[in-house]
């Protein structure tokens, strides 16, 4: 009886894994950015990974079932078989090849950078977000940590002409035109963190010291919320920001609406009340 | 080593000999060191505290681990009580922080790696090669206290100004030395610390594991003629003895950094407002450092749990483990390989991505020595004569459940696929899965198996069937489900998880019931503990040998082995551990120091 047992619930989780699989309402959300092709090697992976799963679940329970104790039985004596271990090996070597070729060829476009892609700067910080985006010249501003104060809350080094014109939104809320590659350009200015849109399926860790990049290229209207992605102390689970994705006569009009840091420089010395303050110590 | 070379000849001729054919088939080389006498305890406290005999230290080691898995426990429970019901209030983001950080650490260094190689190393590997002890008793006494000096320290961090260290337990810099994380003062000094004496007594005890192995063991025991049990164990303490340096000095430099001020893992930043002094420092290096020890580790916990599951298998389904030689090279080729993937830990770190190509590439090929085990286990089941006892359960659990994790690991490891799953539940439902409880349900029904062997008495069944399936189906159903809260996009080491418009299903309810599952998970190894407590006292008497196996330690003269384990004279091996159902002989058993000369007319293929 008992092994009659124990052989149905491994079918059972064989099974059952893949009811919840197909059937289970948990599943992700639709892919807002040009990168489906992630998509389509989770799902390849899936089915390979699948049916290897349910193979051996139910080898298994063929075996307890078939093959149960009995006193005046003797179990098949064979130490070794070359020829099956042979096969085995390089079935499972192809598989696994199967698997590898496709991710690595969508990890080259995910590492490759297209030409004239439009730069945003993402500033991340303990626990939020802010943007810099460059001005017509198209070109970030260079930074230094060092120059960060109330003045110049994002560190732009002011020599550097290409700053000056460079737009910043002091806000946790970034707005994107479809169907624009955009590269992120990932700052930190204390610890580790990660920008994350569950929709674009991108993600890159910010280290302060680096700038770190990936690229995407929205392809659906929406209004997704960032997560941070790697863990950054005890406000991680709220560090959260906001993408909007939209026409580019709406995205016009709010690039239309950014202050410049030439003029943020000029208005604060103007008023003398800073409108960002990020640094205490100062 | 000159006589294992001699031997190995011998082992690997795979012809079918006709023993009654040889006339000195009994022969055995002569011993080349003399017996020599082992130190005596003379008190209570020489005898059971401060143990100089492998089996007590390998007791006390399991018992220290399993006391400290008991607190990992507690704190998960606490966990996932905040996950699933945010609205009781439970824990302060702090201290839920603290938590998942303690409970990581406890879980992989502190009860694992502890439980298996000193925990089972030191029980085993003796009895198994047939020698009297390890080979420097008294360095392993000092492995032992050092351990426990190790984790009264980090049971110490939960009492100072500010808590343990809330830095989860990969402790990346800057973050873990930063005002932004809890502890981040004396609790992170305190886990690096207890890292370093536990790193230290390891080193001790694993000397003595390697030194034991490679050169205690009984005439006629070659190295191919080990225990499965005892290539996993050893393995893994060769990838400890390279992977633990570069823990220590990684705890070493953000010691420094926190305390000193120095700026290995520390660029110029600005932490909640204040400048800080630091420059220059690179808080990658430290996560390379971390993984070149994280990565083996993984294999550490596992390469013991592969071992022992292949003896369990092979006892209990009366079969010759299939393809012994395949089983010991993907073992040491499953070890090797082991130190060149550690970056797949790293794909979205923000190292140069170019890294991706080549770590994707090696952790997939690891998957192939991996694969050729999982059909060895099975293929040793194929017309097996399988006995459905609690070790058996607990490998075919085991089977099932390192399958899935395995499997999900050919998600992560590939670059692409680990984009949208890295530091998501995914992770989390994937490194439980393989490599927490996987190896658990192996360390269960090793503790099922060689129960009598330490107590003389065997383990209540009917508890144990409780146990084995509320664990099984219960962890099954805690996990798997935790896969697609990944899929859906949920982050690791979040507080709390609203509902997010990325979740077009809530996953509170999932949250819930995964929660709810963890509880009656957690209840049910109370019971087991209730079982070892109760039937070490009042348990049935076991047999000498009670299931039939062939190793040495079910040999000794007395059960349980006596100091010395052998009496007067060593054993002698004449054959592998697994000639079981050999054609010709009469027993479907044949111990490893029956003669040939005792089993005439049996066909063995290979010993």
Known sequence: ?282 | MHDDNEYKIEAKSGVVSDTTAKGDADHLPPQEVPDQDLYHSHSWWTTYVFSQDAKYIGVQYALTAVGTGLLGLILSWLMRLQIAFPGLGILEPAAYYQFVTMHGMIMVVYLLTALFLGGFGNLLIPLMCGSRDMAFPYVNMLSYWMFVLAVLVLLASFFVPGGPTGAGWTLYPPQAITSGTPGSNLGITLMLVSLVLFVAGFTMGGLNYIVTVLQYRTRGMTLMRLPLTVWGIFTATVLAMFAFPALLVGGIMMTLDNMLGTSFFMPAIISMGEKLTTEGGSPILFQHLFWFFGHPEVYIVALPAFGIVSDLISVHSRKTIFGYRMMVWAIVAIGALSFFVWAHHMYVSGMNPWFGFFFATTTLIIAVPTAIKVYNWILTLWRGNIKLNLPMLFSLAFIVTFLNGGLTGLFLGNVTVDVPLSDTYFVVAHFHMVMGIAPLLVVFGAIYHWFPMVTGRMLDEMMGKIHFWITFIGSYAIYFPMHYQGFVGVPRRYFEIYDSPYMSVSGLHLNAFITIAALIVGAAQLLFLYNLIYSARAGKKSERNPWKANSLEWLTPEMPPEHGNWGKELPKVYRWAYDFSVPGAKEDYITQTTPPSAVLGSKVERS
Request: proline fraction near 4%; aromatic fraction near 14%.
């Open chain 1, 1 to 282: 009886m008992t092994p009659l047992i124990v052989a149905h619930i491994l079918v059972l989780i064989a099974v059952g894994s893949v009811v919840f699989h197909f059937w289970s309402p948990w599943w992700w959300t639709e892919v807002a950015s040009n990168w489906g092709g992630m998509d389509t090697t989770i799902l390849l992976t899936f089915w390979i990974t699948g049916v290897v799963f349910v193979a051996i679940c139910l080898f298994m329970a063929y075996c307890v079932w078939k093959f149960s104790y009995q006193k005046d039985r003797r179990s098949e004596y064979q130490p070794e078989n070359k020829k099956l271990e042979f096969h085995l090996t390089w079935i499972t070597a192809v598989g696994v090849a199967a698997l590898l070729a496709p991710g690595l060829v969508v990890w080259n476009d995910y590492v490759t950078v297209p030409k004239n892609t439009l730069k945003i700067e993402v500033f991340a910080y303990q626990w939020g977000w802010k943007y810099r985006l460059p001005g017509e010249d198209g070109v970030l501003g260079k930074t230094s940590i060092k120059e960060i104060n109330d003045e110049n809350p994002f560190g732009i080094i002011k020599e550097d002409k290409n700053g000056m014109d460079d737009l910043l939104v002091d806000s946790d809320e970034l707005h994107l035109e479809i169907n624009k590659p955009v590269k992120f350009e990932l700052r930190s200015i204390d610890v580790l963190h990660n920008f994350y849109v569950p929709q674009f399926r991108g993600k890159m860790d910010i280290v302060p010291g680096l700038i770190t990049y990936y690229w995407i290229e929205p392809t659906r209207k929406g209004n997704f919320e960032v997560l941070c992605a790697e863990y950054c102390g005890t406000g991680h689970y709220a560090m959260r920001g906001r993408v909007i994705v939209e026409e580019k006569s709406e995205y016009d009009n709010w690039t239309a609406k950014l202050i410049t840091f030439e003029k943020f420089l000029a208005e604060n010395s103007k008023t003398k009340e800073n409108k960002i303050k990020l640094v205490k110590n100062e």
